[in-house]
């Protein structure tokens, strides 16, 4: 036996060798021909309404050399906005509008200088819209980005491994020409003035700002690199010295300091290279930045460099973009705040596997000089289209166009035309004919100017010859449409997620290098044999680190073990930075803190291993807990009151059991109504309050082709916080209570001794839900997510979750769609009860812990506001929108970077939300619905007699369920030996006098 695992050992480690082997070869290949940083262009290519402005006004290229100074002194503001003088300027907080009057002495056209100090806040750019004389001249300006700045803390270290800092926000005075958010322009937005008195607004979508200058004026010209080249030589050296490094991502070198324009740019760990500064083949150090947290166009990363000489220097950055084949990431450059050269308006870094030597230089590599002065200097890159920029506009109009067409078709046929229906689409959708051979044409023209760009075919062009193979197909011959309905919907989709993936330019720098000209630069990745070295290290490493502990094992009655039930190392992480910054240092309590699976736990603390607190456990988990005793009652803690008092009843109330409170929430998710208000205003329609409103709203959506999406009790959602539960059966109860009644029956702690399906407002609304789907012939599935991209559906209710998809993977519709609270039942004094059942995740302490009152401090503490919207600032920081957190605290909420519409809307719901206590067997009551529903929709089964049938059966679960936990029950009662009925523990009264007393009361 020993000899056969020895063997096994031995093919593992050869196995594990040999893969090492293979990566070290591919890693040294991948080095050969490393490409330099080299300007790249493209042709021009302005949004539809830009260019139309542009175009009316008579825009040539030519600016007026006029600068008109606005009075920040004489402004008026709408009733909702706060202003007044600050410091330096005019501050404003975060809702409303403010408007100032200037006088235009000369027609022409200028850019815009704004002068700003940004504000405390949250972690979102500030966003305005822009209105000249009451009106948003081009799309352009309905969302204008302005940056805020941020630079890290100092790397601290533990138990071998850097802690990740925390970014700290810059609050200095900027001056910034207005561009397009997206920097598909590569030059600042053009306004038209005539001679004359104008007015200029700025609307608040995020942020509160302070304005200390806003000026119409022509953004001085940038010289090229040949013409200003020969007077740089004639004042200034080229410097001859040594290579001088200045670490990216923290302050060695000549680095001095890092200063970004987004929180979410973070330090990285990276493994693939020893040649990486500094490095470890498995402790964490961070030795680069970037990398897919720096790919957001306008985002920007500045080092403040320090060198002794003043002089002329070639510009490296070791760098690597492996995260996006086929795409070039663009970086504009700054040296001091300004850009030297025209050409660096759009560098482009070039597709490499692992890190490179990027020297900016011309077409022949040709370095590029770069005067800096003795002393302090700024070197920027920021993120940019470059020649892209017009292309990826070109694809979105297109796409915009195509589907139309598409949506055109479906409100011709429907989603499932028939075969055996001629629906004459020539000659009903006029002109889809001719479209569809322009908008062929026009992808194939795009894929000729990607060719021009990077020189070859590949995955950026295949799908675009595909779409256009397609349009002119249908161009030819417009009727088989209906046949390749789904096959046109597929690529328009896809084409979103080309635009997506295109756009996304991410990259990862680990040093910059200032050099003289022909001077020998570090090598940029080590060697074979050093990748071998580092390869077997690192495979050897997984066998003796243990990843499920994020923090120092310490032992004593002083430590509390905490296990992480739903988190990822990451997340991890960044909590185990936080215990150790804060926590610990304030209490002098030690974390001992585990990445350890859901179902571990309950085993473990059985077994008396368990740990003293979870944090990031599921509502239905928490719950089986409490019902068993596995958890504390945390309403019995000193401090509970205190603790709680800022979270909604709801998030408490399914914590709840028999009286107590056994949890403390972290997140809480509910749904929202989801609207494509681009659609909606088409066809004149309103988001609707009610659910007759809803209702009435179906058959315009219906005979236009379009349809509404609800959720069925059958689909299960996972939802963002990472536990599988019945979500959407929380529509239905919510319904049920929206119409006054209840999920279950009883008092106190009697609550759930028996189902209140049976009651009327629960059969009304159980028929009120299934009419959806047999009345209104609703889908029962669909991809709801891809459906209200395309427009097919632009009405639906789901989690409010979605909307970090929506923002990153559905671009193309960005501004076009809103969610608002999801209908009620209005009553009779004219208000909307919208209740919704929200779910949570709480944070336990198992009733074995022996550190209890450690543990409730360490709970008090990660629950707190504080702790949460910190930890809620750097999930998205790392992550981007697509996690931003679901927070149970009211107060962390407000803080996120949600626009003041949307916090509207979510306060709105998350006001008007119920928690369903803990009761037990309360899973027959979804199995039972859930049974209901199938017999309903699928066989056209009597809704209110097909639930009425199943209740039974829920009841009797409930009973079993309250016996097994020693619960009173609806059993009959037994009588004493004086006669009279006595009701002990196990014991209740019957069905039938429950009732009865319930009908009299």
Request: with cysteine; charged share 25%; net charge negative.
């Amino acid at each position: 036996m020993k000899s056969g695992k020895i063997v096994k050992i031995s093919v593992c480690i050869a196995a594990g060798l040999a893969a090492v082997f293979l990566a070290a070869v591919m890693l040294g290949n991948s080095a050969a021909g490393e490409p330099n940083a080299v300007p790249q262009w493209g042709e021009a290519s302005y949004e539809e309404s830009y260019q139309a402005y542009l175009s009316e006004a008579g825009y040539d290229g030519t600016l007026s050399q006029e600068a008109i100074e606005v009075d920040l002194e004489d402004y008026e503001t709408s009733p909702d906005m706060v202003a007044y003088a600050g410091e330096q300027g005019i501050v404003t907080e975060d809702s409303g509008w403010i408007r100032w009057s200037f006088k235009v002495a000369k027609s022409g056209f200028y850019n815009l200088k704004l002068g700003y100090i940004p504000l405390p806040g949250t972690t979102s750019d500030i966003q305005r819209k822009i209105a000249i004389d009451g009106e948003i001249p081009y799309e352009a300006l309905s969302q204008v980005v302005v940056s805020r700045y941020w630079t890290d803390g100092e790397i601290g270290v533990k138990n071998d491994n850097e802690i990740r800092p925390e970014s700290l926000e810059l609050y200095s005075p900027q001056e910034w020409f207005v561009e397009d958010y997206q920097r598909r322009n590569n030059a600042p937005l053009v306004f038209y003035l005539e001679a004359g008195t104008h007015t200029i607004s700025f609307e608040v979508i995020k942020e509160p700002l302070e304005y200390t200058s806003l000026t119409f004026c022509a953004q001085a010209p940038i010289p090229s690199y040949e013409e200003a080249i020969g007077e740089l030589k004639s004042k200034y050296a080229v410097y001859d010295g040594e290579t001088l490094k200045g670490q990216a991502e923290r302050r060695e070198g000549i680095t001095k300091e890092i200063v970004k324009s987004s929180s979410a740019i973070n330090i990285q760990k990276n493994y693939s290279d020893s040649n990486l500064e500094p490095y470890h083949p498995y402790h964490i150090l961070y030795n680069t930045i970037g990398a897919s947290d720096w790919s957001k166009p306008g985002d920007s990363l500045t080092w403040i460099v320090e060198v002794e000489k003043e002089g002329l220097y070639e510009l490296t950055l070791k760098a690597r973009q492996n995260r996006n084949r086929g795409v070039t990431s663009y970086r504009r450059l700054y040296v001091n705040g300004a850009v030297p050269y025209e050409e660096m308006l759009s560098i482009g870094f070039a597709f490499q596997s692992g890190m490179n030597n990027y020297t900016v230089a011309d077409e022949n590599g040709e370095p590029y000089l770069f005067y800096l002065k003795a002393g302090t200097n700024t070197i920027t890159f920021e993120d940019v289209m470059g020649p892209m920029g017009g292309i990826i506009t070109q694809v979105e109009e297109s796409m915009g166009e195509l589907n139309r067409l598409y949506l055109e078709v479906v409100q011709l046929t429907g989603q499932s035309p028939s075969k055996f229906i001629d629906y004459e689409i020539a000659k009903n959708i006029p002109g889809f004919a001719d479209s569809m051979e322009e908008q062929g044409k026009i992808l194939r023209e795009t894929v000729d100017r990607i060719v021009a760009i990077t020189g070859e075919k590949g995955e950026n062009t295949a799908l675009l010859e595909k779409m256009a193979v397609e349009a002119e197909g249908l161009a030819e011959d417009p009727e088989s449409v209906t046949e390749e309905l789904g096959q046109l919907k597929g690529n328009i989709s896809a084409l979103g997620t080309w635009l997506v993936n295109v756009a996304d330019m991410p990259l990862e720098v680990d040093y910059l290098a200032l050099s003289a000209p022909g001077a020998k630069l570090p090598k940029a990745q080590d060697s074979f044999f050093a990748g071998v070295k580092n390869g077997t290290v690192r495979f050897f490493s997984t066998f003796f680190v243990k990843n499920s502990q994020i923090s120092e094992e310490t032992g004593g009655s002083d430590s509390i073990k905490v296990w992480l039930a739903s988190y990822g190392k990451e997340h991890a992480q960044m909590i185990q930075n936080m215990v150790d910054e804060t926590f610990t240092p304030q209490t002098g309590i030690s974390v001992n803190l585990q990445l350890i699976p859901v179902d571990v736990v309950l085993r473990a603390a059985l077994a008396g291993n368990g740990p003293d607190v979870v944090i990031g456990l599921g509502q239905t988990t928490m719950q089986d807990f409490a019902m068993r005793e596995a958890v504390l009652d945390l309403s019995k803690m000193d401090g509970f009151e205190e603790a709680t008092e800022r979270f909604y009843q709801s998030t408490l109330d399914t914590a709840s059991f028999q009286g107590g409170t056994y949890g403390i929430p972290e997140q809480a998710t509910f749904m929202m109504l989801f609207t494509r208000d681009d659609i909606l205003e088409e066809l004149g329609l309103e988001a609707p309050a009610t659910w007759t409103q809803l209702l009435e709203m179906i058959p315009d959506l219906q005979k236009n082709n379009y349809n509404l999406y609800i959720p069925n009790v059958q689909q299960t959602e996972n939802s963002l916080i990472g536990t599988s539960i019945d979500y959407n059966m929380h529509l239905y109860q919510s319904m049920v209570m929206q119409n006054g009644g209840d999920v279950y029956r009883g008092e106190g702690n009697d609550y759930g001794i028996e189902s209140g399906l049976n009651s009327d407002e629960a059969t009304e609304a159980f028929k009120e839900y299934t009419d959806f789907y047999v009345s209104y012939g609703l889908d029962v599935q669909l991809d709801f997510a891809n459906r209200f991209r395309t427009g097919e559906v632009p009405v639906g209710i789901i989690n409010y979750t979605l909307f970090n998809t929506l923002e990153i993977f559905a671009p193309e519709i960005k501004g076009q769609w809103s969610f608002h609270p999801i209908p009620g039942v209005e009553q009779e004094d004219g208000s909307i009860d919208n209740t919704f059942v929200v779910d949570t995740v709480q944070s336990v302490i198992m009733s074995a812990s022996r550190n209890r009152e450690d543990s409730w401090e360490f709970v008090k503490w990660w629950t707190g506001t504080e702790t949460q919207l910190s930890f809620a600032n750097s999930l998205e920081s790392l992550m981007g929108t697509s996690a931003r957190y679901a927070a149970a605290d009211p107060e962390v909420l407000k803080q996120l970077p949600w626009s003041n519409a949307e916090l509207e809307s979510l306060l709105g719901q998350f006001e008007h939300t119920a928690g369903l206590p803990a009761v037990p067997g309360n899973y027959m009551t979804t199995r039972m619905v859930q049974y209901a529903f199938n017999d309903t929709v699928a066989d056209n089964a009597n809704p209110r007699e097909t639930l009425y049938l199943n209740i039974k059966d829920i009841n009797e679960e409930l009973t079993r369920k309250r016996k097994e936990l020693h619960l009173s029950t609806l059993e009959p009662r037994e009588a004493d030996a004086s006669g009279e009925e006595s009701r002990g523990e196990g014991d209740g009264i019957s069905l039938a006098e429950e009732r009865r007393d319930q009908d009299e009361r």
